[in-house]
């Protein structure tokens, strides 16, 4: 055997072994159940599906039909809604699919800012730009972490828009749809709510429920809050069929064509599984994310939000200008087995997004492992001793892998307990 296919392996394997030993605090991550896991290893990863099922360009795809057919049913059942497209590969595909479907060079759309926290894919270097669009961004309160009401009435009434966009990657607070729910239908433009992050939050019923406060198109991955594959989700209610069709038509032929099977099975079963589990655990992660903020708060961090629970989803902001900044902190918790990002912060230059002064903290892996608002305290005790009193990381890793060593399993899924990560055997 080539050299190469072990040390791919190795490094896989010790990647696994780190991980196993690690804090994952990524607010866009997740760990996918035993159940989901084991699908991404079947046959459905060879073959290819176009189209709908039922109407497909090859042959081939009979059981593969029924799974699409009942993973859209899940889908619909799980948010509530009367049209689920399961085909997108990623969040930033689903958005494509949109963009391809309601958007075009002659149209025009509102968005977050991406230094207030909104993706790429919704900025005009990102997907919005490529399809020849110029987003106008909505007037932002960094002290709220929110838009500002009133000067976004004024300003959509202003502009107009085809399109107006919500959802943010660092997403702390629900943007209030319901308060412009009036000025969405006297626009008449279409609503597009991107909830990426917290898709799991809204299925799990404990963050906005954007379908029921005047969204017409929510897009999502099913990686982060749900805690899938990684994969994209499309979800509408429509406002007529034609609106569908071109929904439709934007995923396919639009922005891909086979559709990744495997993933798209192993997403059934996360959709089953958040059906049973998913409220549950969508409260844990809030109760975690909260208790991890006060935590940091109560040990000098200079928590975003303070004043209102530092959060209402899985994720929380730290600005550590003081400390030296986001990467510096970042790469001191990475060697301390401490996985997390340095952000953009509302005062940041976008020019500045690979030294910004934030670090972006998701509880939702955290709760998955089975920690509880008790176990925050630990935890801020181990980003503290990192990065503000520069604890020689090496020292608080063993402490970081002790800690961790009673966290092995996945909860919030069937299997419950088992290890989030499996040892190959090939090589041994
Ligand atoms: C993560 C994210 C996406 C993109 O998701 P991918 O699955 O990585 O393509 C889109 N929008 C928002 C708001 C996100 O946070």
């Given amino acids: 055997m080539k050299k190469d296919v072990k040390y791919i392996y190795k490094q896989v394997e010790k990647h696994h072994e780190w991980f196993s030993n690690s804090l994952p605090m990524i607010a866009s991550e997740n760990v996918i159940s035993p159940l989901a896991r084991d699908l991404m290893l079947s046959d459905f990863q060879d073959r290819y599906a176009e189209g709908a ?6 042959q081939g795809n009979i059981y593969v039909d029924e799974v699409e057919i009942r993973v859209q049913e899940l889908a ?15 969040g930033t595909v689903a958005n494509m699919a949109v963009l391809m479907a309601l958007g075009g060079p002659d149209k025009s759309i509102t968005s977050v800012d991406v230094s207030d926290g909104a993706h790429i894919s919704s900025a005009v270097f990102g997907a919005v730009g490529m399809r020849g669009m110029k987003p ?20 959509l009434m202003e502009e107009k828009p085809d399109i107006a966009l919500f959802g943010q990657s660092v997403f702390l607070f629900p943007p209030p749809l319901e308060e412009l729910q009036d000025i969405f239908q006297e626009i008449g433009c279409h609503v597009w709510y991107d909830g990426a992050h917290v898709l799991g939050l809204i299925a799990g019923g404990e963050f906005q429920d954007p379908m029921r406060e005047g969204v ?23 406002r007529n069929e034609e609106i ?20 798209m099975a192993a997403l059934g079963v996360t959709l089953a599984e958040h059906i049973e589990f998913g409220q549950r655990y969508a409260r844990q992660i809030i109760k975690n994310a909260k208790a991890l903020g006060q935590a940091l708060y109560e040990r000098d961090f200079d928590v975003l939000c303070a004043h209102k629970g530092f959060t209402e989803s899985h994720t929380i902001a730290i600005d550590v200008r003081e400390y030296g900044g986001g990467e510096t902190g970042v790469e001191a918790m990475e060697e301390a087995n401490m996985i997390a990002n340095k952000n953009l912060l509302p005062w940041d230059d976008v020019d500045s997004a690979l030294e910004p002064s934030g670090i972006r903290l998701g509880s939702q892996e955290l709760t998955r492992l089975g920690m509880k608002e008790s176990h925050m305290d630990e935890v801020a005790d181990f980003i503290k ?31 419950e307990g088992m290890p989030a990560h499996k040892r190959f055997s090939f090589l041994r």
């Fill in 216 to 238: 017409e198109v929510m897009t999502g991955s099913t990686h982060k809050t749900l805690p899938g594959p990684q994969r994209g989700i499309l979800l509408a209610d429509p």
């Fill in 385 to 415: 001793r990192v990065v503000i009193e520069d604890e020689e990381p090496q020292k608080v890793k063993e402490d970081v892998k002790e800690f961790r060593s009673d966290f092995e399993g996945i909860h919030y899924c069937y299997k």
């Fill in 76 to 90: 619909k059942e799980l948010f509530d809604v009367k049209y689920a497209d399961v085909r997108p590969i990623s």
């Fill in 136 to 155: 106008k961004n909505y007037p932002f309160d960094v002290d709220e972490m929110n838009i500002k009401l009133d000067e976004t009435k004024e300003m």
């Fill in 53 to 58: 099922p039922g109407d497909r360009y090859y």
């Fill in 244 to 263: 569908k069709e071109r929904l439709f038509y934007g995923v396919f032929p639009g922005v891909l064509s086979n559709h990744h099977l495997h993933t």
